[in-house]
C-alpha cells in the first residue's frame, strides 16, 4: 500500500471483513477448465457502494 497510490480503506472497510471480490471485476471471465482471462485490457474495476468514498 505504501507504494501503490491508494488511500486506507479503499480495497477494504476498516475491520477488513469487506474489500474487493473477482465479481467486481467486469472484464474477467473464469473458464470451464479453470483459466482465468480478461475480455479487454485494462480490465474494468467497478467499486460498489459500500467501498466508494465519493
Not at 14 to 37: A, F, M, P, R, W
Amino acid at each position: 500500500m505504501a507504494l501503490a497510490g491508494v488511500r486506507p480503506e479503499v480495497l477494504g472497510n476498516y475491520h477488513g471483513t469487506d474489500g474487493l471480490k473477482i465479481s467486481d471485476i467486469k472484464d474477467l471471465e473464469i473458464q470451464q477448465n479453470g483459466d482465468v482471462c480478461f475480455t479487454k485490457i485494462p480490465a474494468k474495476v467497478v467499486a460498489r457502494s459500500a467501498l466508494s468514498k465519493a
